[in-house]
């Protein structure tokens, strides 16, 4: 029972209004945790293809990054490697699924001409310039992973928060509200008794003093 309250008719008003609005954040949290929950099943089916996606990516670039170096050997490939600018520029917003706010990472990629200009090609060879865009495409494929377990983080922490407030209503908010509004019904219910008791006292005596 809600400590504190006096047992009135304004009271049960109130607290009847306060369970019927409980039940309906209760319904409303509920249908929100289970749309939740969905979306974070969705996009954790995303997360296992993505991380097969990087895992293959890599493998793909590594070779080629082998292949590089076999070619030119190891010692020409870091200096070339020393020398080529970032490729890729990341920028960093928010969007908004199921009422949470997760990250959104965009990709911009550099020119071919910044790639162009960053080595020469008499001294190179085409093989380098498939390694670069291979580890280009890999470094694709981690910011779209990172992304994606961004947004499975955050979905499971809502959906954490989201099933507390559930079940603080049905287990704790609700049943208090129902409990003290049984106990002012019955209360008033017993007044009521007695009051009725009292009239009907005071008639009996009021009609034995007329006779």
């Known amino acids: 029972m809600i400590p504190g309250i006096h047992p009135t008719r304004m009271e049960l008003l109130m607290l009847k209004r306060r369970k019927n609005l409980a039940e309906k954040g209760h319904d409303l949290l509920k249908e929100k945790r289970d749309a939740l929950i969905m979306e974070f099943f969705d996009i954790l089916e995303d997360v ?7 895992n ?11 292949i590089t170096k076999m070619v030119m050997g190891p010692l020409k490939v870091e200096e070339v490697a020393t ?15 199921m009422g949470v706010r997760v990250p959104l990472l965009r990709v911009e990629e550099k020119s071919e001409s910044t790639l162009i200009s960053s080595y020469g090609f008499t001294d190179t060879s085409a093989k380098l310039d498939e390694a670069v865009e ?3 495409e890999a470094l694709k494929a981690i910011i779209r992973l990172a992304e994606t377990e961004a947004a499975v983080k955050r979905l499971a ?10 079940n603080a209503l049905k287990y704790v908010i609700i ?6 509004i049984q106990f002012i019904e019955l209360h008033l219910e017993e007044r009521e008794r007695e009051d ?12 034995t003093k007329s006779s």
């Open 83 to 97: 020398s080529i600018p970032p490729l890729l520029e990341l920028d960093v917003s928010t969007r908004n699924v």
């Open 175 to 180: 049943p208090r509200l129902t409990n003290t």
């Open 196 to 207: 009725l008791f009292r009239m009907k006292r005071i008639k009996s005596i009021l009609a």
């Open 134 to 136: 291979k580890f280009r």
């Open 56 to 66: 293959v990516a890599l493998k793909e670039a590594y070779d080629a990054l082998a």
């Open 157 to 166: 922490e809502e959906i954490e928060k989201t099933k507390r407030r559930v």
């Open 48 to 54: 296992r293809k993505l991380r097969n996606d990087v």
